[in-house]
């Protein structure tokens, strides 16, 4: 097969940008161990020398090292979410939306372990010892925790991803995936509004989807061809130019025609496709 110089620069820039990517979670990385390193020698310093002069009790001190824990895993969050929003156009949305998602539970699942050793207390502790206390407090984030778990196995194990054409049978309309994140998943109707849900709704059954092909694999032209509409009392003639997600544009001599692809599908627009001549098959 002989290669064109399209394929070859295409190669290159595809070589290029993961080069790209790989330098970004590199630099990522470094910085991250600096930073928490830094701290780290920093509260240790700050300790041994300032902290007797200014009287500060032991308290006092586990107070700022949890603030600095919780601050540098915001500042780690925040960054790695820079740098996936800088390289979502060069990768899958799904395969980006798992990173940031796995990225969040792991960082606030090592932070929370940090305050724990910080505060020695022991994790059995808590779980043997809880009482009353551990039950209430399990009880409010249940909820929280059901969202992010669903999210987890949406992202992972759900058919649809991402950027799919759904159908929610509860509503009775059409939609793509635009966004699951740790807690809910955006939907992005056809009507142009969003479609906010828990994830453990739709883990549960409760919200109920079916994925489907994009709209524009079941109109009955592709872009190019000759078609006649009839909408009501108004007929439209004129070539197919753009086919998007949710409408088709067609010329009309000097106009653009614009309409839904919803309505095509549900009858509402009737078609009738030409042939290259002019005349109907």
């Known amino acids: 097969m002989e290669l064109t110089y399209e394929s070859i620069m295409n190669d290159k820039k595809l070589d290029s940008s993961k080069k790209s990517n790989k330098a970004e979670f590199k630099a990522l990385i470094i910085k991250t161990i600096i930073l928490i390193a830094a701290?780290?020698?920093?509260?240790?310093?700050?300790?041994?020398?300032?902290?007797?002069?200014?009287?500060?009790?032991?308290?006092?001190?586990?107070?700022?090292?949890?603030?600095?824990?919780?601050?540098?895993?915001?500042?780690?969050?925040?960054?790695?979410?820079?740098?996936?929003?800088?390289?979502?156009?060069?990768?899958?949305?799904?395969?980006?939306?798992n990173i940031s998602f796995f990225s969040i539970v792991i960082i606030s699942l090592v932070a929370s372990l940090l305050l724990l050793y910080i505060w020695g207390v022991q994790p059995q502790t808590i779980l043997v010892g809880g009482g009353v206390a551990a039950i209430v407090l399990g009880v409010g984030v249940s909820t929280i925790v059901g969202n992010i778990l669903s999210g987890a196995l949406m992202l992972t194990t759900f058919p649809a991803k991402i950027g799919d054409s759904i159908y929610i049978i509860n509503d009775n309309v059409h939609g793509t995936i635009e966004e699951i994140s740790t807690l809910y998943t955006k939907i992005h109707l056809d009507s142009g509004m969003e479609y906010i849900v828990?994830?453990?709704?739709?883990?549960?059954?409760?919200?109920?989807?079916?994925?489907?092909?994009?709209?524009?694999?079941?109109?009955?032209?592709?872009?190019?061809?000759?078609?006649?509409?009839?909408?009501?009392?108004?007929?439209?003639?004129?070539?197919?130019?753009?086919?998007?997600?949710?409408?088709?544009?067609?010329?009309?001599?000097?106009?653009?025609?614009?309409?839904?692809?919803?309505?095509?599908?549900?009858?509402?627009?009737?078609?009738?496709?030409?042939?290259?001549?002019?005349?109907?098959?």
Request: aromatic share 6%.
């Open 39 to 97: 701290v780290r020698i920093g509260i240790a310093l700050f300790e041994i020398f300032f902290a007797p002069n200014l009287g500060l009790r032991q308290n006092h001190i586990l107070i700022g090292e949890t603030m600095a824990t919780i601050i540098v895993s915001f500042v780690v969050i925040s960054s790695i979410r820079g740098v996936l929003k800088r390289i979502s156009t060069k990768m899958p949305a799904h395969f980006v939306a």
């Open 198 to 281: 828990p994830n453990s709704a739709i883990i549960q059954g409760t919200i109920r989807l079916l994925k489907q092909g994009p709209l524009r694999t079941l109109l009955p032209y592709v872009e190019g061809d000759r078609i006649e509409l009839s909408n009501g009392s108004e007929k439209f003639s004129g070539v197919v130019t753009t086919i998007t997600s949710r409408f088709t544009t067609i010329l009309d001599g000097d106009d653009e025609i614009i309409i839904a692809n919803r309505s095509i599908l549900e009858g509402t627009s009737i078609i009738i496709k030409k042939s290259k001549t002019g005349t109907t098959p």
